[in-house]
């Protein structure tokens, strides 16, 4: 909340009189006068410039202006938030993502979220890199999640953490315990991939040009549950994607997330994007405050398990 010294200033910045000022809050000019003369004080400048015609700001004042508007902003978002928090019935968020985040990652997220505010609703659309990327850019949807190989443009980006290419294979697979695993180590195993065209594919390609190999999958859809399920099912299949992907699945079905010692399969990152220049709702703030929340601690996680 405002100090009286700050309530004053800016009602004669806003007005560029004492008189005005004085009217408006029904407090005499010469008491506004003496708060503002305490305040250039205090903050060893020179606030206004004071003319016959009415006070106007200086340099300084005009920061000072800015900044308590800004803090007064801010804190009418953050009280209509909480009130609106209080006030949700029916709200519905929209939801995009690619294909991978659709299969694990997001459900759970939204389950946990609906088990603190069962008055939100969501539509989650799923669809290719640039699909997504259109969606969020035209604010058709409220907040996208993305794996993303460069930083996207006329979005914001509400938080990032690295999302390499790992293996997802049985825990009981011969790679598991072996250290260092290339791409040239995969040759014996039935390979289960995604289409080409992703950025999981256009990495892996990558790395098996680099490495000077060509790896024929035994297996490949643009739906991640096929691939999944069809690994999980084959004896020694490997297939490959984000820790994300399968943040609490892999866990549940004794799976193995491996890293490969291909530097070109590091270079992607996971993105939670929102349209730019755009106040968000109540509901959104908090669910991107509490994905964020909840990426961040298990990616740590992973970390640590890495090693």
């Not at 004669?12 to 004080?41: D, H, P, W």
């Not at 300084?60 to 900044?67: D, E, K, R, T, Y």
């Not at 969501?122 to 993305?146: H, N, Y």
């Amino acid at each position: 909340m405002l100090t009286n010294e700050l309530r004053y200033f800016l009602a004669v910045a806003t007005s560029g009189s004492l008189s005005t000022a004085s009217e408006q809050l029904y407090v005499a000019g010469s008491a506004i006068s003496r708060q503002i003369q305490k305040l250039e004080t205090r903050l060893g400048v020179t606030l206004f410039e004071r003319h016959a015609r009415g006070m106007i700001l200086t340099d300084a004042g005009q920061i000072l202006a800015n900044h308590v508007r800004k803090s007064m902003r801010d804190m009418e978002y953050a009280l209509a938030e909480i009130q609106g928090l209080k006030a949700v019935r029916k709200t519905l968020v929209r939801i995009a993502c690619t294909d991978g985040m659709a299969f694990d990652l997001l459900p759970g997220l939204l389950a946990r979220f609906r088990q603190h505010y069962p008055g939100v609703s969501f539509d989650l659309q799923v669809g290719s890199a640039m699909q997504v990327a259109e969606w969020i850019r035209r604010s058709e949807c409220d907040v996208a999640f993305q794996f993303s190989l460069a930083p996207e443009k006329e979005v914001e980006i509400i938080a990032a953490w690295p999302a390499p290419v790992l293996l997802l294979l049985d825990s009981a697979h011969p790679l598991v315990q072996q250290s260092g695993v290339a791409i040239d180590d995969l040759h014996p195993y039935p390979l289960v991939l995604p289409e080409a065209g992703t950025t999981i594919r256009q990495l892996f390609d990558l790395s098996c040009r680099m490495a000077g190999t060509f790896l024929e999958p035994a297996f490949s859809s643009n739906n991640f549950s096929a691939l999944y399920e069809f690994t999980r099912h084959t004896p020694q299949a490997i297939t490959v994607c984000s820790h994300f992907s399968v943040l609490w699945r892999a866990r549940l079905d004794a799976m193995t997330l491996k890293p490969m010692t291909n530097t070109s399969l590091s270079q992607r990152t996971l993105q939670i994007q929102v349209p730019g220049s755009k106040h968000r709702p109540a509901a959104v703030s908090a669910f991107l405050a509490m994905a964020e929340h909840i990426l961040g601690e298990e990616h740590g996680k992973w970390m640590q398990d890495l090693g």
